[in-house]
């Protein structure tokens, strides 16, 4: 499944020179990696995933197939697009379609370019774009407030839980908060994420820095990461132009590259990375001769939920899990060594996948 991140950004903060690196690094995998790029706007990059080489290696796997994220660059994002500025509605609606959203902020001085506001505060950068889609939420439920009232008065109980969310998240964005900072029972989940908030959105800050501050960050970045401390956000130290530099060399410029910058990976699998830890999100393997494959589910799922990911009749006719940990697959040399050692364990339905799980499902067609 992978997940799909929205990077929106005021002009001239980086926006487009980081969705270009992560373009040009898509490109770089295509010999290795299914890649394409499904709009000129959306990228799609191979999840950074060493054990999926180590496994493939141990069971000879002809081929080896990461999961993938998609990158959208959220074009015409100024002060007014909740008013339809800019690309407005287009931006908008392109941004309801991700799982999270990246707020691209400037966190470097140039006087050759340019801040569309005179100044380089990315805190005020980041309220800047919070306020456009806070608006633009605001405005999407004020319209739904009175045909859900006439709903809910006539006994509609669907319309009544949704109601009440509405004005829950509405009472939030009229006092300037985001609509995630709601508060709901596990059971209002899904109806609320129906709401389609932009705000009710996860947030991961990236601070573009310049490149003498790749490794360390630097005063506007220490502001950034302390905002999102304080709001239980992830944030990235990113240089966009390094990343775009790094993007046009091979494996071992890179390695050179990152070790002059003293940086130990590239600032876009940080940003990955980041990615996955925000939405709560792990990795398990399938490994055979024919391939060996890494795929996406979130923490605390189940292996027939997990199965499902591969394909519904997996999850439908689930009969149990063969389960290696990723340790005990390299330890013992592969499936057979594993499970002559005993540390191939039969799991059923209740089971809770675990990262790195090396799995292979039996199930009733």
Sequence with gaps: MGFKCGIVGLPNVGKSTLF????????????????????????????????????????????????????????????????????????????????????????????????VENRIDPIADLETVETELMLADLESLEKRVLNLEKKAKGGDKEAKLTLELVLRAKALLEDGKPARLAKRAPEEESAFQQLQLLTSLPVLYVCNVDEAHAASGNEHSAQVEARAKAE?????????????????????????YLAAAG????????????????????????????????????????????????????????????????????KYGGEAGAKEAGRMRLEGRDYVVQEGDVMHFRFNA
């Design 20 to 115: 270009n690196a992560l373009t040009r690094t898509a490109q770089a995998q295509a010999a290795n990696y299914p890649f394409c790029t499904i709009e000129p706007n959306v990228g799609e990059v191979a999840m950074p995933e060493p054990r999926l080489k180590v496994l493939a290696e141990i069971a000879k796997s002809k081929e080896i197939i990461p999961t993938r994220m998609n990158f959208v660059d959220i074009a015409g994002l100024v002060r007014g697009a909740s008013k339809g500025e800019g690309l407005g509605n287009q931006f908008l609606a392109n941004i309801r379609e991700c799982d999270a959203i990246a707020y691209v902020l400037r966190c470097f001085e140039n006087d050759d370019i340019t801040h």
């Design 232 to 256: 239980g956000a992830e944030c990235v130290v990113i240089c966009a132009q390094m990343e775009a530099d790094l993007a046009a060399l091979n494996d071992d410029e890179q390695k050179e």
């Design 263 to 330: 940086l130990e990976e590239p600032g876009l699998d940080k940003l990955i990375h980041a990615g996955y830890r925000l939405l709560g999100l792990q990795t398990y393997f399938t490994v055979g001769p024919k391939e060996a494959r890494a795929w996406t589910i979130h923490k605390g799922w189940t292996a027939p939920k997990a199965a499902g990911v591969i394909h519904g009749d997996f999850e439908k006719g689930f009969i149990r899990a063969e389960t290696i940990s990723y340790a005990d697959f390299v």
